[in-house]
């Protein structure tokens, strides 16, 4: 089996092991970090594991291959394909910015950056890797970073820029950024899960990347 196929659970019993919480039929990052979760199996056994892992008010989001038929116990607030995509983004000729380094400090801006993906980016989802940005006047206008390191690969997230900076070339120059970085780590290669609401074109033109797998 690939490493992408189940991005979630072959980061937590990998590289990111010391932030997983469960065991061996069901893992997941700690909530203030990220809200995936992932199970060995759909088996009841594992269903009953996660549950166990969660509140009552807690959301498991999980990357499968296969649709997920989860037990009653378990509502379901949205089910949607997402589209991996894999590679390493080109340089976009002409654009130039100066890159900072995002850190705890960062994180209040980083939550509120309009277009940033959601309830996907949490308070402390610094904690999974580097975060770049660049900031105008001060104020943070585009980011991207890491997160999910499934084995010998990268995601990478968060790619998002202001609305009123939107045309100007800055995440590309942070997806390029963002890849270097990866692979002067000597991981094979950098990908990205683009959920079914953010075309990846909208990121990065199709600029250096192709298709892996879809998930349910």
Not at 70 to 85: D, N, Y
Not at 130 to 147: N, P, W
Not at 166 to 187: K, N, P
């Amino acid at each position: 089996m690939h490493p992408l196929d189940h991005p979630v659970w072959n980061a937590l019993i990998s590289r990111q092991r010391a932030l997983a919480e469960g065991g061996t039929l069901a893992r997941r990052y700690p909530p203030a970090i990220a809200p995936f979760a992932a199970m060995t199996d759909m088996s009841a056994q594992s269903f009953a594991a996660l549950g166990a892992l969660m509140t009552a008010s807690d959301q498991a989001v999980l990357f499968t291959p296969e649709p997920v038929a989860a037990p009653a116990e378990f509502k379901v607030f949205l089910a949607a394909t997402g589209e991996q995509m894999i590679g390493t983004p080109a340089e976009t000729a002409g654009c130039t910015a100066d890159i900072v380094t995002l850190g705890p400090d960062d994180a209040p801006a980083m939550v509120e950056l309009p277009d940033s993906p959601g309830p996907a980016l949490c308070a402390e989802n610094h904690e999974l890797g580097t975060f770049l940005g660049i900031r105008i006047d001060g104020q943070l206008v585009a980011m991207a970073g890491e997160r999910m390191k499934p084995a010998n690969y990268t995601e990478i997230t968060a790619v998002c820029v202001h609305p009123a900076y939107r045309g100007r070339g800055y995440a590309q120059i942070l997806l390029g950024a963002v890849a270097r970085q990866i692979l002067r780590e000597a991981r094979f290669r950098s990908c990205t899960y683009f959920p079914i609401t953010t075309p990846p074109s909208r990121c990065i033109g199709g600029k250096g990347w192709k298709s892996g797998a879809v998930y349910a």
